[in-house]
């Protein structure tokens, strides 16, 4: 069955340090793969996506995610994280173009000052 | 232009009552779907529908039904309400091959 895992559920990082997200899924072929954020009390915003084509993806707020076919990885990286940046994200697939998103479990973001 | 819109954005119900939650958009979408939070377990999809009169079960479907009677609305419906079906309710819409654009969601509460 088609599974997304985000190992880390709970991440801090100071501002101004980088961030990695990590995302991992099991699927036999390549699926769509995204990226979204939620801050507390909202709903989801699309960070950035990844359909096909080159590899390294960048999105919105500064944030990039590299998909990796080999590792089945499609992490989200941020050079310096600023204190807005405290939220929960999510990774989530598609796949083979079914319409369907699947998502991991989610990762929270702590921004120390 | 709104987006995605969700009535109500909360609710307290007891167990064995019935409701409805409203998705609407005005993005003239094909796909609309619902979907429950949870803590630690991301969103999970509970039904669909790729079009006008169409609806397909999710992952999570026991408990639910819906109904998409014009294309900008779904609804979501609890028939009798039971304390596992406290959750965070989202909807979502998308042309297909494209973005889910997600509504604020609806905080339920069954006692």
């Known amino acids: 069955a088609q599974s997304v895992t985000q190992p880390d559920i709970h991440i801090t990082v100071s501002e101004g340090a980088s961030l990695e997200l990590r995302c991992n899924y099991s699927?036999?072929?390549?699926?769509?793969l995204f990226w979204y954020v939620q801050s507390p009390g909202q709903g989801l915003q699309l960070l950035l996506k990844?359909?096909?084509?080159?590899?390294l993806v960048q999105g919105i707020k500064g944030f990039e995610a590299e998909f990796k076919r080999s590792q089945s990885s499609f992490n989200l990286r941020k050079p310096s994280v600023h204190w807005s940046d405290a939220a929960e994200y999510f990774c989530?697939?598609?796949?083979?173009?079914?319409?369907?998103?699947?998502f991991g479990q989610g990762t929270t973001l702590q921004v120390k000052p | 232009n709104a987006g995605v819109t969700q009535t109500p954005k909360f609710r307290v119900l007891k167990t064995g009552q019935s409701m409805t939650l409203l998705c609407a958009q005005d993005?003239?979408?094909?796909?609309m779907y619902w979907y429950r939070q949870d803590p630690g377990m991301g969103l999970r999809l509970i039904h669909y529908?790729?079009?006008?009169?169409?609806?397909a079960k999710g992952e999570v479907p026991d408990g639910y039904n819906v109904s998409r009677l014009k294309k900008q609305n779904f609804l979501l419906g609890l028939e009798s309400a039971a304390p596992s079906q406290t959750s965070v309710y989202f909807c979502?819409?998308?042309?297909?091959?494209?973005?889910?654009?997600f509504g604020p969601g609806t905080r339920l509460t069954v006692l």
């Open positions: 979502a819409s998308t042309h297909g091959e494209d973005t889910q654009y």
């Open positions: 699927y036999g072929a390549t699926p769509y």
């Open positions: 990844y359909f096909s084509g080159d590899t």
């Open positions: 989530a697939v598609e796949p083979g173009n079914t319409g369907k998103l699947i």
């Open positions: 993005m003239n979408h094909e796909y």
């Open positions: 529908s790729v079009g006008e009169g169409t609806t």
